[in-house]
């Protein structure tokens, strides 16, 4: 099987069509999939068009799609009845904006057209806390872990566990500084971005101590692109500041 792997896209649906482009994928073919580590809503312009392709490669079989933070965070918000950050309400007003042409609805009307669409049953169902094949771990922030060490039973974690994994955002610090990995494979997550990775690649001691691999915002847009790590694959490309998508082909 071919993977297309793709994350922390945040509503950017025409970036993530393009970089999928580039790369040959092609929902006809047998052999193609599309992974997205989490994070596809949140934040962009086009969270309704993104809904619309996701749900067409998820009635062909073709998507693989894992809970990043913000789309907990806004299915928490559809199912509580009331946004909190404000990205989660801009985000239901331009998808339902996009899908039925209808403005001005109050939180209310939002949630509840969301309901309407089958948007929060998508939310709720579709995605995964992780992907495994043979060879790889697909996940958002990292999997669980005993604080900074491997922990054996991490696919029993229960739903709380992957919660703090995914919000957490250390999967460079437990791969890198740590050396925490899964055994026989390499874990693809996003969620950090990249540019920490290649930031820290020859890090001594004393610059974790100093967390220098939260320095990036002189980091040029290419230094954004996917870290390969002995261990890992680190793909968050942080669009809002990069404007492009980062996508990897893995043949597994």
Same mark, same amino acid.
């Given at each position: 099987?071919?993977?297309?792997?793709?994350?922390?896209?945040?509503?950017?649906?025409?970036?993530?069509?393009?970089?999928?482009?580039?790369?040959?994928?092609?929902? =006809? @073919?047998?052999?193609?999939?599309?992974?997205?580590?989490?994070?596809?809503?949140?934040?962009?312009?086009? !969270?309704?068009?993104?809904?619309?392709?996701?749900?067409?490669?998820?009635?062909?079989?073709?998507?693989?799609?894992?809970?990043?933070?913000?789309?907990?965070?806004?299915?928490?918000?559809?199912?509580?009845?009331?946004?909190? @950050?404000?990205?989660?309400?801009?985000?239901?007003? *331009?998808?339902?904006?996009?899908?039925?042409?209808?403005?001005? *609805?109050?939180? =209310?009307?939002?949630? =509840?057209?969301?309901?309407?669409?089958?948007? /929060?049953?998508? *939310?709720?169902? +579709? %995605?995964?806390?992780?992907?495994?094949? %043979?060879?790889? +771990?697909?996940?958002?922030?990292?999997? %669980?872990?005993?604080?900074?060490?491997?922990?054996?039973?991490? @696919?029993?974690?229960?739903?709380?566990?992957?919660?703090?994994?995914?919000?957490?955002?250390?999967?460079?610090?437990? &791969?890198?500084?740590?050396?925490?990995?899964? %055994?026989?494979? /390499?874990?693809?997550?996003?969620?950090?971005? =990249?540019? @920490?990775?290649?930031?820290?690649?020859? #890090?001594?001691?004393?610059?974790?101590?100093?967390?220098?691999?939260?320095? +990036? &915002?002189?980091? !040029?847009?290419?230094?954004?692109?996917?870290?390969?790590?002995?261990?890992?694959?680190?793909?968050?490309?942080? +669009? #809002?500041? /990069?404007?492009?998508?980062?996508?990897?082909?893995?043949?597994?």
């Amino acid at each position: 099987m071919k993977y297309f792997v793709v994350s922390d896209i945040h509503d950017r649906f025409c970036l993530m069509r393009n970089a999928l482009t580039a790369k040959g994928f092609d929902p =006809a @073919r047998e052999d193609h999939r599309l992974i997205l580590c989490g994070d596809a809503f949140y934040s962009g312009e086009e !969270p309704g068009e993104l809904y619309e392709h996701l749900l067409d490669l998820h009635g062909k079989e073709k998507l693989i799609l894992i809970y990043g933070n913000h789309d907990v965070e806004l299915l928490d918000n559809l199912r509580a009845g009331h946004f909190g @950050r404000s990205g989660n309400r801009t985000c239901a007003e *331009l998808l339902v904006r996009h899908l039925t042409g209808k403005n001005g *609805l109050s939180d =209310a009307e939002l949630i =509840a057209e969301c309901a309407r669409l089958g948007f /929060t049953d998508f *939310l709720a169902t +579709v %995605p995964v806390w992780y992907f495994e094949t %043979p060879h790889y +771990v697909f996940t958002h922030g990292f999997i %669980p872990t005993e604080k900074y060490a491997y922990r054996p039973d991490w @696919r029993n974690a229960t739903e709380k566990e992957w919660r703090t994994a995914a919000f957490r955002g250390d999967g460079m610090l437990l &791969s890198m500084r740590y050396g925490v990995r899964v %055994p026989g494979k /390499t874990v693809v997550f996003g969620h950090y971005s =990249a540019a @920490r990775c290649y930031r820290m690649k020859n #890090a001594a001691p004393e610059d974790w101590e100093k967390k220098l691999y939260k320095k +990036v &915002s002189a980091v !040029p847009p290419d230094g954004f692109r996917p870290y390969f790590g002995d261990t890992f694959i680190a793909l968050d490309q942080s +669009v #809002a500041k /990069t404007g492009f998508v980062n996508c990897i082909i893995l043949d597994d």
